[in-house]
């Protein structure tokens, strides 16, 4: 049977945080294997789907939706949940999306701005200043992350919403930085129980990820 969502995802990428949203939803997905390091994601056939390339995608009864911040909130409107406050919800509605939007739109560009620098055909001593700079300030966006939950529980406040399920995929890139990030123990805190739960146990099987940050 065919199933409402199709998500063009790639294994432990930022796509793998829609795919455990579903899963706690309870939502079923048909996973559409768009793999970066096999370049699925420029074959002609995913281009057509998403002009830039970019993993996620999701297909929601024909209609195409990209961009993470986008889809996840798309989802949890259309399945209301304590994951995304509602629309209407005011103070938390805006907490909800202040954190989203930090993993999606500072935390996640700061890496993606650092693996293109570690692919830019550039001379090796600009290169490394360059990876210093960028790794310094994802460390000090952790550091940020750290101190925001040594006074609440999660980053949004002290309810679990999406934006720790993006922060918990985002935190297992580290080992691809040409740099060591270390993350504090409040960060690590919330990783080790986002990453235990069934959902995100079940995408990381399904994705064949192994989880490292939290150690
Ligand atoms: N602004 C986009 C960025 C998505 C993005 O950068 N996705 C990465 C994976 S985490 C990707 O597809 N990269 C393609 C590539 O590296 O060729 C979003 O938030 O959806």
Redesign the pocket.
Known sequence: MSQRYQLYY?SG???MAVHVLLNELNQSVELIDTS?SQQK?KSAEFLKINPR????VLVDNGTVI????AIITYVCDGNPSPLFPKADAGVSRAKALEALMFC?ASL?VAY?KAFMIGRATIDQASKEVLSKQICDSIQNLWNFCDEKLASQKYLAGDTFTAADILMTVIANWNGWLPQPITLGPNVKRVIREVSARPAYQKALEIEGVEYKAAA
């Open positions: 790639s990428a930022c796509s970066i994601n390339g970019e993993v996620p990209t961009e993470g911040g999606n996640h993606s």
